[in-house]
């Protein structure tokens, strides 16, 4: 589910404030389907950002579609994308965090 437009600027916001506490501005994100239910997260260095960060997750969380949104407004470059694992759904996508 796509996050609204309050949302996703509380999302940018909350992503640029853990690239400054954590020193780095390579956000990866990964997708995988784990016991027949999908699964992903978002990590910066080896920090999954939503146990330390207000980061949306579940139903109402962010969803690739909101990191391409952001990709499309400036905030983020895509470095790299892992083709989809056809049994598992395993997916990672690097992207650098552009301050703006």
């Known amino acids: 589910m796509a996050l ?4 996703l600027e509380s999302f940018r916001i909350e992503l640029q404030r853990a690239a400054i506490d954590l020193k780095s ?6 997708t995988q389907w784990w016991y ?5 997260g978002l ?17 109402n969380g962010f ?3 909101d990191l391409d949104e952001l990709e499309k407004r400036g905030f983020l470059k895509k470095i790299s994308e892992t083709e989809q694992d056809p049994v598992d ?8 965090i552009v301050k703006n």
């Open 4 to 7: 609204n437009k309050k949302e």
């Open 25 to 30: 501005d390579e956000l990866k994100y990964y």
């Open 36 to 40: 027949l239910l999908p699964e992903h």
């Open 43 to 59: 990590f910066i260095g080896e920090t999954a950002l939503h146990l330390e960060y207000n980061i949306p997750i579940g139903w």
């Open 63 to 65: 969803g690739e579609d």
């Open 89 to 96: 759904f395993e997916k990672e996508i690097i992207y650098r």
